[in-house]
T-cell receptor, first 111, second 113 residues
Framework: DAKTTQPTSMDCAEGRAANLPCNHS???????VYWYRQIHSQGPQYIIH???NNETNEMASLIITEDRKSSTLILPHATLRDTAVYYC????????????FGKGTRLSVIA | SAVISQKPSRDICQRGTSLTIQCQVD?????MFWYRQQPGQSLTLIAT?????????ESGFVIDKFPISRPNLTFSTLTVSNMSPEDSSIYLC??????????FGQGTRLTVV
């Protein structure tokens, strides 16, 4: 079973920051937080991951609370092409375990 | 990350028949997985494809219905056997190399009529 809770859907105006929350209150010390997204009719796409420090890459920023029980994915300037289902996933650092998907958040970017 | 090619991209099949889906990775991967995504739903893990041995199936999925092969480190197949309309879904393969992020094929959209 997925160990994360996300809102079912969110809207964001084009050009504004999209902030997608995720609760993972039962996360253990050796589990990373991963974010993937699935654009319609495509396979899931990796966005970013982190353990306890905030992370940033060319796609997004990941903010993890100090107690690691929740996190927020930030798309700094959302575009229409960012419309997708976003999945927050926790996974052991060993690296050989599959991703277990929850229901995700359907983000709609509106012009 | 590596690239996964999945074939066919879509198919329409008669009930009672079987379909084999192929997944080819452009470089060696440690692990390969198969998922099912029913209409409007999230991804559900079917099994882990083990190289040179029997796949490891998740609860609710059995080898007779979803036989899987993985003859080497870059290739795997999933067969959907004796299909019924309830098997209409998108089937996706995924690869994993060490501690890097997992990557996915584009999926096979299966419709059973």
């Amino acid at each position: 079973d997925a160990k994360t809770t996300q809102p079912t859907s969110m809207d964001c105006a084009e050009g504004r920051a999209a902030n997608l929350p995720c609760n993972h209150s039962t996360i253990s010390g050796n589990e990373y937080v991963y974010w993937y997204r699935q654009i319609h009719s495509q396979g899931p796409q990796y966005i970013i991951h982190g353990l306890k420090n905030n992370e940033t890459n060319e796609m997004a920023s990941l903010i993890i609370t100090e107690d690691r029980k929740s996190s927020t994915l930030i798309l700094p300037h959302a575009t229409l092409r960012d419309t997708a289902v976003y999945y927050c996933i926790v996974r052991f650092v060993s690296g050989n375990t599959p991703l277990v998907f929850g229901k995700g958040t359907r983000l709609s970017v509106i012009a | 990350s590596a690239v996964i090619s999945q074939k066919p991209s879509r198919d329409i099949c008669q009930r009672g028949t079987s379909l084999t889906i192929q997944c080819q990775v452009d470089s060696q991967v440690t692990m390969m997985f198969w998922y099912r995504q029913q209409p409007g739903q999230s991804l559900t893990l079917i099994a882990t494809a083990n190289q040179g041995s029997e796949a490891t199936y998740e609860s609710g999925f059995v080898i007779d219905k979803f036989p899987i092969s993985r003859p080497n480190l870059t290739f795997s197949t999933l067969t959907v056997s004796n299909m019924s309309p309830e098997d209409s879904s998108i089937y996706l393969c995924s690869g994993l190399r060490g501690k890097s992020e997992a990557f996915f094929g584009q999926g096979t959209r299966l419709t059973v009529v």
